[in-house]
């Protein structure tokens, strides 16, 4: 079984930063894909950020040269580095991570961003 646990969310203030973490239950290479999402109030959860199966990045449009996304491998974490935040990003954040046929999902992160 995998346990992927978020930490980092917050109340920060607009142009503030956030960095989230996701440390997984084991190594991340084992993961086909990895990547973080959020769901807003009422919204459907979207994608932010994540890495493909050839290990390049992606981002959705909304976060392009705000958020960052990154792991240690020795550490078994991925990280959102967030800059420049907005109130549209006020959401719970979940980290996810992919073995062929099963997706897993933390518990998510609250970030609030004040106006």
């Known amino acids: 079984q995998v346990q992927l646990v978020e930490s980092g969310g917050d109340l920060v203030q607009a142009g503030g930063s956030l960095r989230l973490s996701c440390v997984a239950s084991?190594?991340?290479?084992?993961?086909?894909?990895m990547g973080w999402y959020r769901q807003a109030p009422e919204k459907q959860r979207e994608l932010v950020a994540t890495f493909t199966i050839d290990d390049s990045t992606r981002y959705a449009d909304s976060v392009k040269g705000r958020f960052t996304i990154s792991r240690d491998f020795a550490k078994y974490t991925m990280y959102l580095q967030m800059n420049s935040l907005k109130p549209e990003d006020t959401a719970i954040y979940y980290c996810?991570?992919?073995?062929?046929?099963?997706?897993?999902w933390g518990q998510g992160t609250q970030v609030t961003v004040s106006p």
């Open positions: 996810s991570a992919q073995i062929i046929g099963t997706d897993y």
């Open positions: 084991r190594s991340l290479i084992s993961f086909r894909t």
